[in-house]
């Protein structure tokens, strides 16, 4: 059986449909903001106290809106399923890379196909973007 992770992700677009991706340190693979859980944490808790390690911005639980929970291969653990909460949230201010981040980016779907970006973003985040 192959080993799963259990993560939170932030499915952040702009004004203009570009979704917010990031890349950790020592990969190549571009996905989603957030990680995974503290223990007792909820989801949505997860995911605001990721945003705020990794980007440096405050969204506050009550601001993240739940879209679901998906289940796709993980982008940089060869041979492990991912298991995701994604929600919907909005960031006004500037993201910095922080922790273990090494680049964040907004980034236009139709980059995806010379961009290397994680299966959650391909096979279940384009379908939830906001038509533009």
């Given at each position: 059986m192959r080993p799963v992770i259990h993560v939170s992700a932030?499915?952040?677009v702009d004004d203009v449909g570009r979704l917010l991706v990031v890349r950790k340190r020592g990969t190549s693979v571009h996905m989603q903001p957030g990680g995974k859980p503290e223990p007792g944490e909820t989801p949505a808790e997860t995911l605001s106290r990721e945003l705020l390690e990794e980007l440096g911005v405050h969204v506050p639980v009550a601001a993240l809106e739940s879209l679901g929970r998906f289940t796709t291969a993980a982008a940089n653990e060869p041979a492990t399923t991912l298991v995701a909460d994604v929600f919907r949230a909005v960031i006004t201010e500037p993201c910095v890379a922080a922790a273990e981040i090494d680049d964040v980016r907004w980034m236009h779907p139709v980059e995806?196909?010379?961009t290397p970006v994680a299966p959650l973003i391909t096979e279940?985040?384009?379908?939830?973007?906001?038509p533009h």
């Open positions: 932030a499915l952040v995806f196909a010379t279940h985040m384009l379908a939830l973007l906001p």
